[in-house]
């Protein structure tokens, strides 16, 4: 079976230092990876996703195959970054099969 | 445009009560799930389904049951509630899975709570 690996729960950086979320995952072939996020009091929405190569709010998240990673990173946080962010994976037909999330604190 | 709608937003049942849990969504997507969120434990997959009149079992079906009438409801059943059951549960919906990179939206979330 598919599984997402989130080491940290608890991530605590100051405002303007590197952030990097780390996800690992376990899967032979080639899945699909998003990074979700769900801010205080909001829902669970998709930050990003690797197919789209893009980068959201200035992070960014690249598909490392070899290491079977899919870290998520941001050059300078900001307080509003302050947040749960989940890695997801899908392969093929199935449903969405999450981490167990970080919560990511930004200190002023 | 509403997208997922959960209903009720906090819940408090009694052991051996039951209720259903309501979502709904308005995008025409064929796929809808359920999530629980424990703390330190992330979302895990109750059920799903992937259109109107199939259902399949996720990770933690046990304790639940699950009807898809329509391609906008989806609503899930406990029968028995439980202490272990309390949690937060998360209703989604895509339009498709897997290749493509398909995003899930998500409802705001249901705090149950099982005393």
């Known amino acids: 079976a598919q599984r997402v690996t989130q080491p940290e729960k608890l991530l605590s950086v100051f405002k303007g230092a590197p952030v990097e979320l780390k996800c690992n995952y376990s899967?032979?072939?080639?899945?699909?990876l998003f990074w979700y996020v769900q801010y205080s009091r909001q829902r669970l929405q998709l930050l990003l996703r690797h197919i789209s190569r893009e980068s959201i709010k200035g992070f960014t998240a690249d598909l490392n195959k070899g290491e079977t990673s899919f870290h998520l990173k941001k050059p300078f946080a900001q307080e509003e970054d302050s947040a749960m962010y989940y890695c997801a994976l899908s392969v093929g037909n199935t449903p969405l099969v999450f981490g167990k999330g970080t919560r990511l604190s930004v200190i002023a | 445009n509403a997208g997922v709608t959960q209903t009720p937003k906090f819940r408090i049942l009694k052991i051996g009560q039951s209720m259903t849990l309501q979502c709904t969504q308005d995008?025409?997507?064929?796929?809808m799930y359920w999530y629980r969120q424990d703390p330190g434990m992330g979302l895990k997959l109750i059920y799903y389904?992937?259109?109107?009149?199939?259902?399949d079992k996720g990770e933690v079906p046990n304790g639940y049951n699950v009807s898809r009438s329509t391609t906008e409801d989806f609503p899930l059943r406990l029968e028995l509630a439980a202490p272990s059951q309390t949690s937060v549960y998360f209703c989604?919906?895509?339009?498709?899975?897997?290749?493509?990179?398909?995003?899930?939206?998500f409802g705001q979330g249901t705090r149950l709570t099982v005393v």
């Open positions: 995008m025409n997507h064929n796929y």
């Open positions: 389904s992937v259109g109107a009149g199939i259902t």
């Open positions: 899967y032979s072939g080639s899945p699909e």
């Open positions: 989604a919906s895509s339009p498709r899975q897997g290749a493509g990179g398909t995003e899930a939206f």
